[in-house]
């Protein structure tokens, strides 16, 4: 017969466990909205550095102009920065971005070309250590809404190694955000910049939101900020080379930061969905486990009903 008393505790211990699992839920529900918050806030920088590039874009040829971030060479050493979390029960969320990382530094391989790596979270810098990777920078214990000068850190890091020729090719793996029960690891080319992908591209914005007590996500379209050329009269008080070069870092630091946003919404929403799926099982399973401990103690009950009537019919 079952164990009341252990039924009685197992319930108990499965409700405490629920009533986390509810709270790291709202949490992230909580942090979700706050990258959104950012996302938005940042925009309008964004907008402006986009139309001023634009500007000196069709004042001058970028691929006439002599600047290191838009010179294309040989590639022999491929700079690779991996973006995963710093902590765990959020699904398959660092999996997927270590193994889309792996994936790479194979194909990498495959072409004779020798990569280092840049890692961001703890855990893929735990992944890569153990196996011994050629780890160049490792960024932990970052905020899990990103800040911007936590992405300017990340960018120096990536400048320096490109200016000073030590990878000839920079390449950002990390995970889009598609919605709050998917997510895409995918790869992008940071350095050198592509001239042809410095104008502002229509957009869209993710709100979290709820309806009849879920949660749910809302997509907005945005379209880019109108591209008006600067006026052909225009005097630049400084060579418009030299505008473009120090504009092209912030420009990095910008693209950096949004992919640093959409992974941390991305690590966040998976949290939600595993922290609601845990919510889930743990109601199914108290609700199982009332189940047995109603049947064990109506067993009791009948248990000891038929000790009475038996004890009775020998007293009798």
Sequence with gaps: MPNLKAIRDRIKSVKNTKKITEAMRLVAAAKVRRAQEQVTATRPFADRLAQVLYGLQSRLQFEEADLPLLKKRDVKTVGLLVVSGDRGLCGGYNANVIKRAELRIKELKAEGLDYKLVIVGRKANQYFTRREQPISKSFTNLEQVPTASEASAIADELLSLFLSDSVDRVELIYTKFVSLISSRPVTQTLLPLDPQGLEAADDEIFRLTTRAGEFQVERQ????????????????????????????????????????????????????????????????????LSLSYNKARQAAITQEILEVVAGAEVLN
């Design 221 to 288: 379209k945005v379209e880019a900020a109108p591209q008006t050329p600067l006026p052909q009269d225009m005097i630049f008080e400084q060579d418009p080379v030299q505008i473009l070069d120090a504009l092209l870092p912030l420009y990095l630091n910008n693209q950096l930061l949004r992919a640093l946003q959409e992974s941390a919404a991305s690590e966040l929403a998976a949290r939600m969905t595993a922290m609601n799926n845990a919510s889930d099982n743990a109601k199914q399973l108290i609700t199982s």
